[in-house]
Every structure is written in C-alpha cells, then in structure tokens.
C-alpha cells in the first residue's frame, strides 16, 4: 500500500485514500502510527484527481 501524508492543512480534511491528512489536529494531537493511517485510508473516499496527476492510475489500483 502506497499512501501519501500531508499535514497543516485547515477545517480538518482527512484526505483521501491514497493521502491521508497526518497532522496532529485530526488525529487528537498524538502521534499516529503506518497501521493507523492506512486503516483510515482505506475508509475514505478515492481523490477525483487521481488519475489526472498519476499516469499509471490504473496499474496502481
């Protein structure tokens, strides 16, 4: 599983399930392990965009 983390990002976007928001103010302001983040990507929804700013979209799913 491939996932990107981001953070400082406002109104508390979770990302989506292949970018996952990992900063502190979405996770209760403790440190987040790999399980954690990869169990809440796989619970949200894919980014629309995906496939426009990855060419190989599809042979990643």
């Known amino acids: 599983m491939t996932v990107a983390g ?3 990002v ?3 976007w979770k990302g ?17 392990w ?3 983040v990869a ?3 796989r619970s949200l929804p894919a980014n629309k965009y ?3 700013a990855e060419h190989n ?3 990643l799913e």
């Open 6 to 8: 981001f953070g400082r």
């Open 10 to 12: 406002h109104k508390n």
């Open 16 to 32: 989506s399930n292949n970018s996952v928001n990992v900063g502190v103010d979405v996770w209760g302001f403790m440190p987040v």
């Open 34 to 36: 790999f399980e954690g």
């Open 39 to 41: 169990r809440r990507a």
């Open 50 to 52: 995906w496939a426009d």
């Open 57 to 59: 979209a599809k042979e």
